[in-house]
């Protein structure tokens, strides 16, 4: 009952006898394992790539308008800021987007590039996992943003890493500047509505003016001052009704002109904060800044990334070793089990 036991209990001292007993077949294990690995790390084999990576740090703002011609105390978001975490997630689903998956597949014609048959019936799946396994975007730990682009090709690698960089600025800027131009032609139509409705208060302040009706609180003080000047003069009768006649002129149309004067001032002054941002509406249109503070270009890199050739080698090697020695072991035991029987 207790040889079994005995089999299944392995010391180091029976590792050190066993490894000494089977140190050629170890040993030409180990070769073998260098060789296999070397020979299938070679470049016709596994081909190597490249890694080329841009770094850079999204803006904070969305308007320029609001960044530019606010005031300083009023200001939501500084120009110049930068390392803002929500600017930073919103950088990353922007560059996963199909806008601009789409634009970077285009532009470098991918499809040829990575040797895929547009034919197939596989073709954007392929595309999609060559895409995602060559292309990573992630942000980094101070809040900017990596674009990393492993390719068989160096040049290539370091131009689709930058060329990536410019297409995130190009594409955030059409997604902003067709909300800008619908923006402002909403502020524009009720800004050219408000210019019409003041218009037409001026029209009617006009047509008061054209019946004697300039300014009432004025032309009101001065008819009272002449009719009580006149009265202790004792004027005739004829000129105290004429100013009396005019007086009452003036009282019919007094509540138009109070109402039509209070309006324009009211009116003039939502047009002027309408033109405020008109004006800053105007400038989002015309105007644009990039959207990236760019650290780091990515340059034609020298070195492959991939594959570490030592690494392999080393953990072909190990493994190899491993499990030639688990298997020697199993041999050893089996060998043993067999003499007791």
């Not at 990576?53 to 300083?72: K, M, Q």
């Not at 047509?207 to 032309?219: H, I, P, R, S």
Request: net charge neutral.
């Amino acid at each position: 009952m207790t040889e079994p036991k005995d089999l299944l209990q392995i010391k180091f001292t029976d590792l050190l006898v066993i490894a000494i007993k089977w140190k050629r077949q170890l040993i030409l294990l180990a070769v073998l394992a260098v060789i296999c690995s070397a020979i299938i790390t070679m470049p016709f084999i596994i081909k190597p790539k490249y890694k080329a990576e841009v770094v850079f740090y999204p803006t904070t703002i969305n308007s320029i308008g609001n960044a530019l011609f606010t005031d300083l105390n009023k200001r939501e978001a500084d120009p110049l800021a930068f390392g803002e975490e929500m600017e930073a997630e919103n950088a990353l689903q922007l560059l996963s987007s199909s806008a601009m998956t789409g634009r970077i597949i285009r532009n470098y014609n991918l499809m040829e590039h990575y040797g895929i048959d547009p034919k197939s019936s596989r073709a954007k799946t392929s595309l999609a996992d060559k895409f995602r396994s060559n292309i990573e975007f992630r942000r980094t730990r101070y809040l900017s943003i990596s674009i990393t682009v492993m390719d068989e090709d160096p040049v290539m690698a370091a131009k689709i890493a930058n060329g990536i960089a410019e297409i995130y600025d190009t594409v955030k800027t059409e997604i902003q500047m067709q909300l800008a131009k619908e923006a402002f032609e909403i502020i524009e139509s009720e800004y050219i509505k408000k210019e019409k409705e003041i218009d037409e208060i001026r029209g009617k302040l006009k047509e008061l003016a054209e019946n004697g009706v300039t300014n009432y609180e004025e032309q009101a003080r001065a008819l009272a001052e002449e009719i009580a000047k006149l009265q202790a003069k004792g004027g005739s009768s004829g000129q105290l009704q004429q100013l009396r006649d005019q007086q009452a002129l003036l009282s019919k149309y007094a509540g138009d002109f109070l109402y039509y004067t209070e309006n324009l001032k009211l009116q003039l002054d939502a047009q002027d904060k309408l033109r405020t941002r008109h004006e800053k509406a105007k400038v989002d249109v015309d105007k644009t800044i990039t959207h990236k503070f760019l650290l780091t270009s990515a340059e034609t890199p020298e070195i492959k990334a991939y594959p570490i050739r030592k690494t392999i080698v080393l953990i072909t090697l190990m493994a190899t070793l491993f499990f030639g020695f688990v298997v020697i072991i199993i041999i050893e035991k089996f060998r043993a089990y067999k003499a007791m029987s």
